[in-house]
């Protein structure tokens, strides 16, 4: 099994910052893509940013110019730097991962428990 653990949420003033952290733990072979999703009440989970393990990059267009991902592969942590942030960025915020469990025969995905990120002023 693989467990994710998220920090960093909180509140905001618009157009402040947040950083979000995520830590894998558990029994895996390897990661191959790292992540943030979020969902805001009564919408659908969107996909913010990912990172791969070589280092590739993936953002929604919404937030590519204010938000920032990285990754640390010896820690298997992400991290999303988020400023400008906006009400509409207000939301429940997911880590997720794409990992081969140790005696698995597939890469599977994994999802944190989520944060609750909060701009308003």
């Known amino acids: 099994q693989v467990r994710l653990v998220e920090s960093g949420g909180g509140l905001v003033q618009p157009g402040g910052s947040l950083r979000l952290s995520c830590a894998a733990s558990?029994?895996?072979?390897?990661?191959?893509?790292m992540g943030w999703f979020r969902q805001a009440p009564g919408k659908r989970r969107e996909l913010v940013a990912t990172i791969t393990s070589a280092g590739q990059t993936n953002y929604l267009d919404s937030v590519k110019d204010r938000f920032s991902i990285s990754g640390d592969n010896a820690k298997n942590s992400v991290y999303l730097q988020m400023d400008a942030l906006k009400p509409e960025d207000t939301a429940v915020y997911f880590c997720?991962?794409?990992?081969?469990?140790?005696?698995?025969?597939?890469?599977?995905?994994?999802w944190g428990q989520g944060i609750q990120v909060t701009v308003s002023s």
């Open positions: 558990g029994s895996f072979v390897a990661i191959n893509i």
């Open positions: 997720n991962a794409r990992a081969f469990p140790s005696g698995g025969t597939s890469w599977l995905p994994y």
